[in-house]
């Protein structure tokens, strides 16, 4: 049914009616049976309802195409829609014309992209995660390129970097067979877990970049979010964009 349950606790659900045998109609739960409807009268089904669902703690609301619906038979000389709540009105002129009756109910739609003023106070981000998290992909097979300049100078350094290179050739090498070059690539992976001890001041530093620049994305993406609803903008945005409206 076009209608929602709410639970005291606010969590919602949808209601379902059967019908059974013996005159009864069952109204339930996508899980529970709440009760039976007596079918064999066509007056007091409405507090028999509501009786049901007072018994287990629900509140009956509608879902937005009851909503629009309402809104258009009673309320609204014309109705306007966003772009989104447009694509279900086919249903709910399906309902108007078979279940009421009614036809040529028109609906318009209007759509226009607009963000807080809030969206000028997001910090904007340097250098985006997939930037940094590059790098730090970069830093676990490359970590020499990391390497503190001051600290090349050191004998067990210079040894590792030979030993890497060395190892790269011999992996690179097409004459030798598949299990000699998968060994090479190994001793590579080993030597970089040596490589990446010198690194670890950078590492901790890139992690927490990526860390500031992920939440100072996620705080972009809510600030710049266009589908606020329409009462938090300033009056000013909202007779700005009224007034540009040309119909078509």
């Not at 318009?108 to 809030?118: I, N, S, Y």
Request: charged content about 25%; glycine content about 4%.
């Amino acid at each position: 049914m076009p209608f929602w349950l709410v639970s005291r606790k606010g969590k919602r659900t949808s209601l379902y009616v059967t019908s059974s045998k013996a005159n009864k109609t069952v109204v339930s739960t996508t899980s529970t049976n709440l009760g039976n409807l007596d079918s064999a009268h066509q007056s007091g089904k409405a507090d028999q309802l509501r009786n049901i669902l007072r018994q287990h703690g629900y509140s009956l609301r509608p879902k937005a195409l009851t909503m629009t619906l309402f809104t258009r038979l009673f309320l609204a000389d014309w109705f306007v829609h966003g772009i989104g709540g447009a694509l279900y009105e086919d249903i709910t002129d399906s309902i108007l014309e078979n279940y009421y009756r009614v036809k040529g109910l028109s609906f318009g739609v209007a759509t226009a992209t607009a963000t807080l003023p809030l969206a000028n106070c997001a910090d904007r981000v340097r250098e985006t995660v997939a930037e940094l998290k590059q790098q730090l992909r970069s830093l676990k097979y490359n970590p020499e390129k990391f390497i503190e300049p001051s600290l090349h100078n050191r004998e067990a350094l210079k040894s590792l970097i030979a030993s890497k290179v060395k190892l790269v050739q011999i992996a690179s090498d097409r004459s030798l067979s598949a299990q000699a070059k998968k060994s090479a690539w190994k001793a590579t992976a080993d030597v970089n877990e040596k490589l990446l001890e010198y690194t670890k001041d950078f590492c901790q530093n890139l992690e927490r970049k990526i860390k500031l620049a992920e939440s100072k994305q996620q705080s972009e993406q809510l600030l710049n979010y266009r589908e606020f609803f329409f009462g938090l903008f300033p009056e000013k945005t909202l007779r700005d964009i009224s007034d540009s409206i040309v119909p078509y």
